[in-house]
């Protein structure tokens, strides 16, 4: 077998055998084939396509370059979710101590932020001392004793979905549904999952800009998940406009625990109670959503799943009082209300816009290597929809530079469009 | 700029302006820009086109990557011809000495053997001590002096094609037309060419296996040529069938030498007439076409044609004494005539097989690496059309290894198809 015959049995829209693709992944991860013919490959892959079946094949290869966490003996059902990214998308943050507070352990890994799109990682450093780093048995006694666990992908699981994804970077190849879905899935995979709730974000916010093209995604996962053994659902959420009001990563770890505590935003609360039923539905803990929803309600109103996000923080290594005072987080030295320049009704709130301004502000990455500042973000008061009055705060800018303040006001308020037609509110889900 | 934008836009279906693309091809010689970026770039091309303008760009972008080889002052017109290479394709070794000996003087930087398609050098390199490794002022004095050149691609002109077909080799991106027509045109313009006649060979034995795919390489040569001053002409032949009798490069060189001594397949003989008068035209040495082939009748007849051969083989090193009594080049040491199995009319005679047949006994070369074996090839006496009887020689083989004679015997057999019906024979030239 060459590996020039695959890319251009693949430039020809053939379909690759199993024996293709594994020989392809593994000569790729052990270096016998070089990044040029992979990306080459990675590119008749986008525009060619893929079957749900080499798609499958693809992901259980990945799987199958490193090790696999095995969690038999640590939890009864291994459960976890995965968000495909948007701006201001903290539901991890919620769901998890949620659904571990109705006595559905799990353990989850997670990623940095990825362009606009934020990453649960860079917010939960925003509490000082966080560990994500835990090694596997590190991660297997925390998920036993203590029934929930938030850290960084492990290096030793999937290694070739990381190769693959670097390489995808700076190669123009990253938009493409199989490829998408056979490294969401393999992650997923490798860390033992068994059940997986998967949030595909639809908008302009979201990697899915269309919900055709979250739909082609959502099915592929569900087929691969199905054709694995993996019980998949797959839920398709809004991200035209930001989940909740915090942009930005201590602002959002904040508006997570105002939320666990029962406050928060309704859409972002709402949001977060219909991804943990479904948890509690797969991990066997609820008979039907309507009964899990009840849990995760009740768990949020008895201060359990607070007090799990409190287990959670101090078990990673992370200073409980930031949670108990989040007003003692990292705050930033300029904090601006910007004003409704004119009333009306909110038609648009650009999530995209939202998210590069504050990956701007600092909040993300331009560059692998720029570290993140937590403090730095927004607050988005309203909701597309919503009646505004000219002169009440629109958004409140943190920001540690006065220029960057100044470009944030900028491209934030053009984020916002205003317009005398009344307009309804974007849907939470769409199906 | 980046290239990873530059990738992404053909992806996108993008025209590239001629500042990404000099970019590109600058940042690739100079090593900035990666091969996996290159590889990427070069399958989007191939699954999404180029335009005829970005083509020209592309071609002018390699050609600037090193030096141009000027020719003013060395001779009045500087007239260069391409074969886009097939089996039995010994024209180059004919046409430069007849259009030489008609006073138009050509210096031509050949190539070596590709895949089943024979190479000029390899060809050559069967004379004892011939030189194909010219340096530039061996060249200019060669062409000033003696009025013809036939050595091998210098160096240090059009470095990126030399750097890009080596990664398109091995990423299964050879076959995209603007690629080969810029690969094409790049070396002849960079070797200093003011008017070009191209060959491009159609059929299973040439890299355009269909007369669309011919037509529409033609074309954008041509239209390469207008849009960067080169007068170009392009002709399409046949190479469903191998042309002349012999393939294999001893057995090449023979052949070609019967032909300048008057003798010679009549189709090869007519091929190499064309060929030759088109150069006369371009090269302002003919007033038409039927002027151009009076003469290079004439250049055959009068024995100026095959003098000129011998001063080409003389003045770069080679052993004229070869040339003189051609028996005397490596001959195999086994030599069997394989006899037709039945009587008829032979239908197809299939380029392809007895290329790859070649390559098989050592006449090509399967990999990079291997060394060419000069003595081995096949006559192949008849041409599709042709009536054959049961028992009558149909080819002969000159193989060095009884394993590999036996192999050959069989591929060569099969690529012969004998049949009751009458066969038209295949056109010389489409247009």
Known sequence: MRAVDIIIKK??????????????????VKGDIPDYQVSAWAMAVLLNGMTPQETTDLTLAMVLSGRILDLTGVVDIAVD??????VGDKTTLVVLPIVAACGLPVGKMSGRGLGFSGGTLDKMESIPG????LNTDE?????????????G??????????KLYSLRDVTGTVPSIPLIASSIMSKKIAAGAQAIVLDVKVGNGAFMETLDMARELSALMVQIGDL????????????NQP?????????????????LKGDG?????????HVSAYMLVVGKRAKDLNEGRGMAEKAIANGSAFEKFRVLVAAQGGDVSYVDDSDRMARAKFVEVVKAPCSGFLSRVDARGVGEASVALGAGRAKKSDAVDHAVGFIIHHKVGERVEQGEPLFTIHANDERKLAEARASVLSAHIIGNAIVPPLPLFYE
């Open 243 to 259: 989940l909740g009001h915090a942009v930005g990563n201590a602002l959002e770890v904040k508006e997570a625990i105002d939320t």
């Open 139 to 151: 991660f297997k006694r925390q998920l036993k004793e203590k029934g929930i666990v938030l850290t």
């Open 130 to 133: 966080y560990r994500v780093d």
């Open 265 to 273: 935003p309704a859409d972002f609360r709402e949001h977060c109670l």
């Open 153 to 162: 992908q492990s290096l030793d699981l999937a290694p070739a979905d990381g």
């Open 81 to 86: 979710k995965h968000s495909s990214g948007g």
């Open 228 to 239: 694995a053994g993996r019980k998949t659902i797959c839920l398709l959420s809004d991200m």
């Open 11 to 28: 430039r020809e829209k053939g379909e690759l055998t199993q024996e293709e693709i594994n020989f392809f992944v593994q000569g790729f």
